[in-house]
Nanobody, 113 residues
Framework: QVQLQESGPGLVKPSQTLSLTCTVSGGSITADYHYWAWIRQHPGKGLEWMGAIDYSGNTYDIPSLKSRTSISRDTSRNQFTLQLSSVTPEDTAVYYC?????WGKGTPVNVSS
């Protein structure tokens, strides 16, 4: 069974770059499992799909975040990462990594000075 674990700073200052890592076990990020995604949930709101990387290393994003997001991977560590630049308090959310029906537990990120 695939397991995912997010890690990263819980607090980031405005204008800084948020960097999160998803460590995958029970499956390889180079296997054809569809898309390894980053999803977030703002307080009291629904889920927002932010972007993904596939088994070949191709990345996918959404227009509203395209200029600020970067998704990459480290195949030797079976990890994929999200970088979100120029964060604002509106980026405060719980961030999840996901593939198919498998989810990490989520890591809360607070953007505050």
């Amino acid at each position: 069974q695939v397991q995912l674990q997010e890690s990263g700073p819980g607090l980031v200052k405005p204008s800084q770059t948020l960097s999160l890592t998803c460590t995958v076990s029970g499956g390889s990020i180079t296997a054809d499992y569809h898309y390894w995604a980053w999803i977030r949930q703002h307080p009291g709101k629904g889920l927002e799909w932010m972007g993904a990387i596939d088994y070949s290393g191709n990345t996918y994003d959404i227009p509203s975040l395209k200029s600020r997001t970067s998704i990459s991977r480290d195949t030797s560590r079976n990890q994929f990462t999200l970088q979100l630049s120029s964060v604002t308090p509106e980026d405060t959310a719980v961030y999840y990594c996901n593939i198919l029906q498998y989810w990490g537990k989520g890591t809360p990120v607070n953007v505050s000075s």
